[in-house]
């Protein structure tokens, strides 16, 4: 179910590394077709690459939709259907996303004359509004779960969430944070080095969390045997399970910068990638402060 | 299902054929069709920049094609949502249900409902920003076109999965007469729960189209937040420098606080949707009793449902302030006052949802504080009515087709506006709640506003896209009887409500009738109305006069001659030089194919 959620997610995020329209405001200097490098070739105003996009995200809602039909004593369409269905739209997705961004910003970055400051102020902007809609996406959760904290508490018996394991977690994230930002400096001022080390320990304190979060999900899931979806459950597996789903994908777009810095695409007057991703990376580090202060915390408190 | 596989290749197999028909029809561009008309200068035919025929609609990432493709797709939703009020309203005929069962009722007033609110209006004024937006800042394009190209192509696929149950069992009854086994298709009803989906009642209603419905709002969730996002950015940031925030127009400020209302509104909607198909499927608590209970839902639901109020209605708001000028020889009255009005409804629109909820026993100091909330939000929707009727005073009104519709939508604002004020009142409210005196209300805006507005703009603006004119006589006819039919079928909903009449239910008392036989005949009014909008737009744009001066409603000699239309002269020029000029050499191909008679030596699509 979580593939869902994670679909609004990637679209939206993927936004803030759209294409190299976004060194555009030529008021002057003539019109500058948006797709030039896209198939079909040949064309400035024409991409393959939206309606395959579109395509793949479609077939994973269709193939959620027959997950669910297929659940149950009496399913209305065969066990083997969905998979493909989801599996088949999810690569279609990830094909269209990795087209659209190979030829929006790597196909010719060489060629590509340095942008002018400020130049990535569109994509700037769309990270930021991303984010703003990612603070509503979260509100719902929260908002549930302050409904329920407020009424009589608690529900029931509480998992023990209060480990050493959460305050390890904590930390490694904030860690994360600090290294990316020193990062992100690093290759501003043209430390490439010092910018490449720390993005890699960045991308490794992210995998080391989303380590920790499936370590605390046996020890509450297997070893407690709490339940998913009691009252309390439903708020908790939700926010942590949808920030995990948030780190997860940071992760993933740290490791394609990492990749790109690695290609040795960024330097101090060009990393747009490296902004808004940072951006993205101390957004769902706040939303995990905000949630150990109130959900785990927050519960027993 | 993969039983019904076969039939699935069947029915590819023939789209694809179809496909292939009219690839090869369009595939050869044609000079001049049968009826004698000619391809128009700004949808006409591309040479290098646009692939040709059908090919060019599915990759194009120009804001004018997926504009027009967005406004194409938001008209065909809207057709589709009318069938559903026709129903509702042949229902309504007689007391009883002699015509559709409950069941068919229930679920045509929940799609009705979806269709017009996701799939209509969003999509249309979508589709008017993306192809007017741009050309009112002087930008290229919208900031990431590629964004709104997929933007776009998510929608056809959620309005299936929202629609989904008529779809499955029209397919079922198909399929059903080959050796099929469709019993699946069958399962899937059309969803019946209301368009707010309340729960427990959204919960426990076995139905499982219920869900896909769900997964099909949330994709068009999606899709109109990135639309939003777009739409911010290009204000943002593509603006010449030369256009500051003073002498940004009125429409795009429109636009922008519309976006961000989405911005906020919409993502809320997908997080609460998806808590709701995980109650449905895996019994989790949000809105169980034990858990956040149903209030909870009324609560997120609103707080989304508010702010969209003011989404459907804020550009229209701006299609009016940006029109009604032209029609009056006179700039806008109080233009800062009209800009400030709409960020104040954007602001306030969030601090009002809870007045949908006052009959559900909740706290009365908060029932209190939201009446404020709801009360105050008129001052500046009657800031904006007072500023029209101001722009008009001593104006030279020229009363065309886009005129009559905007005074028209003036006035049924007035009642639906301040019908929302009594309802506002949770005294009144307590009484009304329920009733069709909410039906008469919301509607006398969304039909008598919403489409009006649409539809001002579509003739305002027919011209600059089709290059063409459309049959103004007709038109003038057409405007009157939208007017005309919004008041006759939702004023008799006001009364309705008085006296006590109950929405939502296909049988009523008897004493009711009279009234309900007047509404249903103003929804054959509307009806009519609409398909003659719908003849007039598509025989003009074949075969329509051609528009050959870019004025061509005399903006010049009152100083509104604005952007949009500056560069349609423009294209206009281009199209007569023949030639390719060098500061606007991204449109030269524009005019394409063209065989006009004073330009046969245009062959500039070939050349470059």
């Not at chain 1, 790597?106 to 942008?115: G, H, K, L, Q």
């Not at chain 2, 069992?169 to 069958?186: I, K, N």
């Not at chain 2, 509104?560 to 030269?588: A, V």
Request: with cysteine.
């Amino acid at each position: 179910m979580g593939s869902a959620v994670d679909a609004e997610g990637e679209p939206n995020a993927q936004r803030g590394r759209e294409h190299g329209h976004g060194d555009g405001h030529d008021g002057d200097g003539g019109h500058d077709p948006p797709a030039p490098d896209d198939w079909p070739r040949g064309f400035g105003e024409a991409s393959w690459w939206p309606v395959v996009t579109a395509v793949g995200i479609a077939g994973l809602y269709f193939g959620v939709a027959l997950v669910l039909l297929a659940r149950g004593e009496d399913p209305l369409v065969g066990r083997r259907l969905p998979p493909v269905v989801l599996v088949g739209g999810t690569a279609v997705f990830l094909a269209g996303l990795y087209g659209w961004t190979y030829h929006g910003f790597v196909r010719s970055y060489r060629e590509r004359a340095e942008p002018a400051v400020g130049d990535a102020v569109d994509l700037h902007w769309g990270m930021v509004l991303f984010l703003a809609t990612d603070v509503m996406t979260f509100s719902a959760g929260f908002v549930y779960y302050f409904f329920v904290r407020t009424g009589s508490w608690p529900p029931g018996e509480l998992p023990p969430l209060l480990s050493s394991l959460v305050l390890v977690n904590t930390a490694v994230l904030i860690a994360s944070s600090v290294t990316l930002h020193v990062a992100h400096e690093g290759i501003r001022d043209g430390h490439r080095r010092r910018f490449l080390a720390l993005l890699g320990l960045t991308v490794l304190l992210g995998l080391v969390f989303v380590g920790g979060q499936l370590l605390e999900y046996y020890e509450l899931l297997v070893v407690e045997g709490t339940g998913v979806t009691d009252v309390f459950g439903s708020a908790f597996f939700a926010l942590t399970g949808l920030h995990g789903l948030h780190v997860g994908l940071g992760v993933a777009l740290l490791s394609i910068v990492f990749v790109r810095a690695l290609a040795g695409q960024f330097s101090a007057e060009r990393h747009t990638a490296v902004s808004t991703v940072s951006m993205y990376w101390h957004f769902v580090d706040l939303v995990w402060v905000i949630l150990v202060a109130t959900l785990y915390v927050g519960s027993v408190a | 299902m993969l039983e019904t596989i076969p039939g699935v290749v069947v029915a590819a197999v023939i789209a694809a054929a179809l496909l292939a028909y009219y690839r090869l029809r369009s595939g050869r561009p044609a000079r001049s069709f049968a009826d004698g008309g000619t391809a128009s200068v700004t949808v006409g035919l591309t040479g290098t920049e646009k692939p040709a025929g059908l090919l060019r609609w599915f990759t194009t990432v120009d804001h004018k094609d997926i504009g027009l493709l967005y406004i194409l797709f938001g008209t065909a939703a809207a057709l589709w949502g009318a069938t559903d009020a026709m129903m509702i309203r042949t229902e309504l005929l007689v007391p009883e249900t002699a015509i559709w069962n409950v069941e068919t009722y229930n679920a045509v007033f929940t799609t009705h409902g979806f269709t017009m609110l996701f799939f209509f209006v969003t999509p249309v004024f979508t589709g008017i920003a993306n192809y007017v937006l741009p050309l009112l800042l002087g930008a290229d394009d919208l900031a990431f076109p590629r964004i709104n190209a997929i933007a776009f192509w998510l929608l056809p696929p959620s309005l299936l999965l929202v629609r989904g149950g008529l779809i499955t069992d029209v397919m079922g009854m198909v399929l059903g007469v080959l050796p099929l086994d469709v019993s699946a298709l069958e399962a899937l009803e059309p969803v019946g729960m209301g368009w707010t989906m309340y729960t427990p009642l959204s919960v426990e209603m076995a139905n499982p189209q219920i869900s896909v419905a769900l997964l099909g709002l949330h994709l068009s969730g999606v899709a109109t937040t990135m639309a939003a996002i777009n739409f911010i950015v290009t204000v943002l940031t593509e603006r010449p420098d030369d256009l500051g925030w003073d002498r940004l127009d009125i429409f795009s400020w429109n636009i922008l606080v519309t976006s961000g209302l989405i911005l906020l509104a919409f993502p809320l909607l997908g997080s609460t949707l998806i808590m709701l198909l995980l109650d449905r499927n895996f019994g989790t608590t949000f809105f169980a009793i034990e858990g956040g209970g149903p209030m909870l839902w009324q609560h997120l639901f609103w707080f989304f449902g508010h702010p969209e109020v003011y989404i459907l209605v804020l550009p229209a708001f701006g299609l009016i302030s940006l029109i009604l000028p032209k029609f009056c020889g006179r700039r806008l009255f109080g233009f800062r006052f009209i800009v400030y009005s709409t960020i104040a409804i954007g602001v306030m629109s969030f601090g009002v949802w809870a007045h949908h909820m006052f009959a559900t026993g909740m706290d009365p100091r908060l029932r209190a504080s939201f009446m404020a909330v709801s009360l105050a939000i008129a001052i500046p929707s009657a800031i904006k009515e007072f500023n029209w009727i101001a722009t008009m005073w001593n104006g030279r009104l020229r009363l065309d087709a886009p005129l009559i519709c905007i005074i028209g939508g003036l006035s049924t604002f007035v009642v639906g506006g301040i019908t929302g004020v009594f309802l506002a009142a949770v005294p009144v409210d307590l009484v009304l709640h329920d009733t069709h005196y909410v039906v008469g209300h919301f509607h006398l805006i969304v039909v008598g506003v919403i489409p009006l507005a649409m539809i001002a703009a579509s003739y305002y603006w027919f011209p600059l896209i089709t290059g063409r004119m459309y049959n103004q006589r007709l038109a003038r006819v057409q405007s009157l009887l939208l007017v005309v039919g919004s008041f006759v079928t939702f004023l008799p909903l006001l009364v309705l409500g008085y006296e006590g009449m109950p929405r939502r239910y296909g049988v009523y008392p008897a004493e009711f009738i009279t009234l309900n036989q007047i509404a249903s005949l103003g929804a054959l009014v509307l009806g009519v109305s609409v398909v003659l909008w719908l003849v007039n737009m598509v025989q003009s744009a074949r075969v329509g006069p051609v528009v050959r001066d870019a004025d061509v409603w005399n903006l010049k000699e009152t100083g509104q001659f604005t952007r949009e239309w500056q560069w349609f002269e423009e294209r206009l020029e281009e199209r007569r030089d023949g030639s390719t000029r060098p500061e606007s050499s991204p449109e030269r191909t524009r005019a394409g194919e063209d065989t006009d008679s004073d330009s046969d030596s245009d062959s500039d699509s070939g050349s470059d």
